[in-house]
């Protein structure tokens, strides 16, 4: 898979950090001493945590180099570092308060291990807060679906899927959680998003699920499956009168505290 891209992904980010606030909002624990910002991309969720904990030290762990660099520029006297987001665990000699986790966990599997043993690394009172993309039924999934499965790339494209995990219901992270927990929130939340045309789809998921897609092709390659794929989409998202799309994009937060 296509490493990822720091410039692509912030194409949106102000619609990318939105649900990243409203996870935020809802985190309980207040006046931490450190904070961890798991999987933290370019840094843009890791300045929404640094103006909420102004007096908290802040780290940012992510296992692509490329969004490390980026995260580093952006916020100098931050702590970022590339690292297995499954295995990571912070310093015993400094033990965190809270770790955040904006839209990572869609990406990794085995949420019934990792998910209680990130849990049981945050001392009484601290919080694990995370978010995940929910679409994979929408149709700009199902069209990236079906478009690698139409094409002469088939057999290139049969591993994509592989790295989508599908997450569980709500109510399976609740049950999962709460016996650790004093407290467990869970909600799912639909986003629409209005896009420029089916373009902005694309170049929306670019930055994201598309590199799976994109990885295995050749350049020539990439375009006819792209052309495939907007044709996918055109009859799922019309243009109103400006040429703008509406983009549902459902998300899943989570909120356990010890």
Known sequence: MMDWSAKQYVKFEDERTRPARDLLAAVPTREP???VDLGCGPGNTTELLLKTYPRAEIMGIDSSPDMITNARARLRGISFEVA???TWRPDPAAPVDVIYSNAVFQWI?????ILP?????????GSLALQMPDNLDEPSHVGMRDAAAAGPWA???AEAEASHTPIAAAGDYYRLLKPHAARVDVWRTVYHHPLD??????EWFKGSRL??????????EREAYLAAYRAALAPHY???AEGKVLLAFPRLFIVATR
């Open 33 to 35: 001493r450190r904070v």
């Open 84 to 86: 297995d987001l499954t």
């Open 109 to 113: 599997a085995g949420h019934e291990t």
């Open 117 to 125: 043993r990130l849990l049981h690394l945050l001392p009484e009172g």
């Open 155 to 157: 057999a290139k494209l």
């Open 197 to 202: 045309g089916i373009d902005g789809i694309v």
């Open 211 to 220: 590199r799976s897609y994109l990885g295995p092709l050749d350049p020539a």
């Open 238 to 240: 019309p243009a109103d």
